[in-house]
């Protein structure tokens, strides 16, 4: 069955799972096997080069939400990092055709 996870958006939402968990959120989604392709993944504004490295290393399904981000003030998504991974990021806005941007 497929997943939607909200990972990233706020980055005292990461440094609460790194001090509950003792490690990051995909490690805490793989262990309730929840880190695999058919998962798709929201925001990622946190995420370290590492992780979205292992993003793309599974194939993951990736939405990037910048203007969500913009509005709410909660960083930058993890663009700056894509250029290290190989995944399609879908772009898309209410009430708009959607697109895609491939690195």
């Given at each position: 069955m497929p997943l939607l996870a909200h990972v990233g958006e706020q980055r005292g939402d990461v440094e609460l799972i790194k001090k509950t968990f003792q490690k990051n959120i995909l490690a805490v989604l793989q262990d309730f096997t929840a880190f695999r392709p058919d998962t798709v993944f929201v925001h990622l504004n946190h995420l370290s080069s590492q992780e979205t490295q292992?993003?793309?290393?599974?194939?993951?399904?990736?939405?990037?939400?910048?203007?969500?981000?913009?509005?709410?003030?909660?960083?930058?998504?993890?663009?700056?990092?894509?250029?290290?991974?190989v995944f399609v990021l879908p772009l898309a806005?209410?009430?708009?055709?959607?697109?895609c941007w491939r690195n």
């Open positions: 292992s993003l793309a290393e599974v194939e993951a399904s990736v939405v990037i939400c910048a203007r969500s981000a913009a509005f709410k003030r909660t960083g930058y998504p993890a663009l700056r990092h894509s250029h290290e991974a806005r209410i009430g708009e055709e959607r697109t």
